[in-house]
């Protein structure tokens, strides 16, 4: 893996970088936040905020694929766009590979665009309908620096890695293919200047479901042989199960619980997280859902409630609930499994909390 990423049938390579270690996250994000102020009367003040994305953290290992879900409007494409600098964070550190973007010493964000890509849902609006595909996916080389021939000899490359014959849609334009089509050339595009970080924000959500388990196919086939980490945003849970290695839920502009996808979808900690997966049809014709699993509507971002964003919609709600934001806490020792949830803070006043932490302590007052 760490052998000059094997040098598979890429753009030549000189030297090797050095190995990273393998502690060290290629993403680590902490305390990101974005508010869209919503301005009103005569003079056009600001008089609210949405409260998009508030004190979100994660980290993403290199080679891995994160999973991102939750509801419409919980700020999981709004993450994705802030991590790209498409849209300015209000506050929050973004450190891509050891470098802190945007810093003096760090990394700028030209450099982090040439190690991370995208790709967006919509796959023709993405796509200039002036220029042919294979110019398309030259683009991005040629800003950067790469000589015009060497730059159309990748796009050939890559539609051939992608499933497509470079001789046959190499000069089409994007209104002469399907919307698979159209979204292989974006995964394409993405690839063009070999970056190390793909953010795939719902990328196979308006494909029918044949051709959309052929981009997961290729997607993964991709992963593996350029050694590619994915940031995986869907609302599909069974799509994410399929394609990732850990999960992130979000509700309401906060991370409410990250882990191992096995464990999460096997054994939800977070009251919300159990509620999203109970929400997904069933195939037993005798395990039915007949009652929805969440009641009323989301709140909104503007005024949102305080302490726990979820209690004004959780069966488990009590007062300190409404008191104390809760911190993300681990689960398992080594951190890799965490939620948000005052029933799984020792000590933090809930009725639960309190007898979850005299069960593991025996009975003893600590």
Not at 101 to 119: N, P
Not at 194 to 200: A, E, G, I, T
Not at 252 to 261: D, H, R, S
Request: hydrophobic share 35%; net charge positive.
């Amino acid at each position: 893996m760490s052998d000059c990423r094997k040098n598979i049938r890429r753009e030549p390579v000189t030297t090797c970088p050095p190995a990273p270690t393998e502690s060290q996250p290629l993403l680590s994000v902490k305390g990101l936040r974005k508010y869209f102020p919503v301005k009103g009367g005569l003079l056009k003040r600001q008089i609210a905020a949405i409260q998009a994305v508030d004190d979100v953290s994660f980290e993403v290992r290199r080679g891995e694929v994160l999973g991102i879900v939750g509801e419409s409007g919980c700020g999981k494409s709004t993450t994705a766009r802030l991590l790209m600098r498409l849209i300015e964070p209000d506050a929050g550190q973004v450190i891509f590979d050891g470098k802190e973007v945007g810093m003096r010493d760090g990394m700028t964000v030209t450099d982090l665009r040439r190690h991370a890509q995208m790709v967006f849902q919509d796959s023709y609006s993405s796509l200039n309908p002036r220029l042919p595909v294979e110019d398309t996916i030259a683009f991005g080389p040629v800003v950067h620096g790469t000589a015009r021939s060497k730059a159309k000899e990748r796009a050939r490359y890559l539609l051939n890695e992608v499933g497509l014959d470079p001789s046959r849609f190499g000069r089409r334009y994007p209104h002469e293919l399907s919307g698979g089509q159209r979204q292989r050339i974006n995964i394409a595009r993405a690839l063009a200047l070999q970056p190390q970080m793909v953010f795939l924000d719902e990328a196979v959500s308006a494909l029918d479901k044949s051709v959309e388990a052929q981009v997961l196919n290729l997607l993964l086939d991709l992963r593996e042989e350029f050694n590619l980490t994915y940031v995986f945003i869907s609302h599909d849970l069974n799509v994410v199960q399929y394609i990732s290695d850990r999960v992130l839920v979000m509700y309401l502009g906060k991370v409410v619980e990250v882990g191992p996808i096995g464990d999460v979808y096997k054994e939800p900690a977070h009251p919300y997280t159990h509620a999203l997966l109970s929400s997904r049809p069933s195939m037993d014709p005798e395990d039915r859902k007949k009652e929805s699993p969440l009641s009323g509507d989301p709140p909104t971002p503007i005024n949102p409630p305080s302490g726990c964003r979820f209690r004004t919609r959780c069966a488990f709600a009590e007062d300190v609930c409404a008191r104390a934001v809760p911190a993300l806490t681990p689960i398992r020792a080594d951190g890799s499994w965490l939620a948000a949830c005052h029933m799984i803070i020792p000590g933090s006043g809930h009725s639960r909390a309190a007898a979850i932490n005299e069960a593991t302590t025996g009975g003893t007052n600590g």
